[in-house]
């Protein structure tokens, strides 16, 4: 040894076998996965379960009793949600002689924008002159009734889109669509 080699802390322990001092023969090897599964059937069990693999999207869902309450929930919501769309419960749209009417509003700059879509359901379906008059809902005696008339027309055509905008906003308004022969009221608030 040098006398500019630095002493390792552990080089008097031989951390090492010297090359050929025993083969890998010879070597008892004290554990053995295979052994100790025998021994332990349980743990046995287990180890076999984890290497099936299960894999799948329903397996994960349903896999203990609060997972498959929630996935019954979500189910059950879904076939609610289809059947009351089927029905027409979620349905905005009114109806006025044969003819699907579509309301919405808008506020803009002190005034409220109202888009009316007709959509008609058959070919006898009502074609004609409308009349709209349109007033903020009133609350009470006091306020000033203001009604806002204007006239469309139904063609032939099986949709049809109207804008017309109204000169004062409210958060609530009353629209009364009026035909030769039905009227439809609509209680309307603007977005």
């Known amino acids: 040894m040098n006398e500019n080699e630095v002493k390792r802390p552990n080089a008097n322990y031989q951390l090492s076998k010297p090359d050929g001092a025993v083969s890998s023969e010879g070597l008892t090897f004290y554990y053995n996965r295979e052994r100790r599964l025998e ?35 979500i189910i059950l919501m879904c076939l609610a949600t289809f059947v009351f769309l089927v029905f ?23 005034s409220t924008i109202i888009v009316l879509t007709k959509i008609a ?15 903020p809902v009133i609350h009470s005696p ?7 008339s204007h006239r469309i027309f139904f063609s032939l055509e099986k949709e049809e889109t ?9 958060g609530e308004l009353l629209l009364v669509l009026q035909s030769e022969n039905s009227e439809l009221r609509v209680v309307l608030k603007p977005k």
Do not use: H, M, W
């Open 39 to 73: 021994k332990n059937p349980e743990l046995r069990k287990l180890y076999q379960d984890d290497k099936k693999g299960k894999f799948g999207l329903l397996g994960v869902l349903i896999a203990d009793r609060p997972r498959r309450f929630l996935f019954v929930i």
């Open 88 to 110: 027409g419960y979620l349905d905005t749209s009114y109806k006025i002689n044969g003819n699907k009417i579509e309301v919405t509003a808008a506020i803009f700059e002190n």
């Open 121 to 135: 359901e058959n070919a006898n379906s009502y074609t004609g002159s409308i009349d709209i008059a349109v007033s």
């Open 142 to 148: 006091d306020e000033e009734l203001n009604i806002f």
């Open 162 to 170: 109207y804008r017309f905008a109204v000169p004062f906003d409210s």
